[in-house]
């Protein structure tokens, strides 16, 4: 699995639970100085380069002290709520027509709107990953939320899990199936960005605010810089990785 070989390369060089508190710049341009809480307390350490994975309203809170402006235009990206429910069901209660050669194959689906459902899409986990369920049972992982159904909210985790059922069962489960078993409900407040008008004129505006300030070195990236799709991520990681390299190899020989 890809998280477990890049954790086995990275090794210690990885570092969890520390979160970063204080960014600031070092007077004598060297870069740049940061203090995370850490498990075993504060830790400070000082670095020539800085990337900023995180959503763009965290790295605005982050930078605010540096930067105002770029504060400011981070801050204007919108991330809808979406809620993450995993449920198994009886491998019997897919319906017929949705079984191919009597399995359930394939990625998953999408729902548009027009279907009058509130699921956004189903991902298939246990026809795409070995052993995600036991034999005679299958494994649906189900996103609900969006920018069109920001109620989902002010549901409860029952509720988000009978949304999803009585919507399965419009299109994949047979309606008088059993109960689904329940392996998780996950929600996340401020999910997924959204790409809408505007969105690249607001990245550059933080990007140009940065660098009109001095902030050479500090590079912005995550799903709100190359897009949400997992390979857009990936292809955007390497591009920051690129520019971290030019401005590491420039700074060295100055």
């Known amino acids: 699995m890809l998280p477990d070989s890049i954790s086995k390369r990275l090794g210690s060089k ?28 504060l830790v ?13 309203h965290v790295a605005s809170s982050l930078l605010r002290p540096l930067s105002a402006d770029a504060a400011g235009a981070l801050s204007k990206f919108y991330y809808p709520p979406v809620a993450a429910v995993s449920i198994s069901y009886a491998k019997e209660a897919i319906r017929t027509e949705c079984l191919i050669d009597g399995e359930l194959k394939g990625f998953g689906q ?13 991902i298939y986990s246990s026809s795409l990953f070995h052993g995600r369920a036991p034999p005679g049972r299958i494994l649906l992982l ?4 969006g920018s069109t159904n920001t109620g ?5 985790e029952s509720e988000l899990v009978e949304a999803v059922d ?6 994949l489960i047979n309606p008088n199936a059993k109960d689904p078993l329940v392996l998780g409900v996950r929600v ?4 997924i960005p959204q790409f809408l008008v505007g969105h690249l004129d607001i990245l550059d505006a933080a990007k140009n605010a940065l660098s009109n300030s001095g902030f050479q070195g500090l590079f912005l990236g995550g799903n709100y810089v190359s897009g949400v799709a997992l390979g857009r991520c990936v292809e955007g990681a ?9 401005f590491l190899s420039k700074s060295l020989f100055k």
């Open 44 to 56: 400070s350490l000082q670095s020539r380069s800085v990337v900023m994975t995180v959503p763009s």
């Open 142 to 145: 189900n996103y609900i939320g």
């Open 152 to 156: 989902i909210l002010s549901k409860n």
């Open 110 to 122: 999408l729902h548009p709107r027009s279907q009058g459902v509130e699921t956004l899409g189903t």
């Open 188 to 191: 996340w407040p401020q999910a």
């Open 238 to 246: 390497y591009e920051v990785a690129s520019d971290v390299n030019d």
């Open 166 to 171: 009585r919507d399965l069962r419009k299109m």
């Open 14 to 41: 990885v570092k969890l639970s520390w979160r970063l508190v204080n960014l600031m710049k070092l007077d004598n341009g060297g870069g740049y100085s940061l203090t995370y809480e850490t498990p075993e307390g």
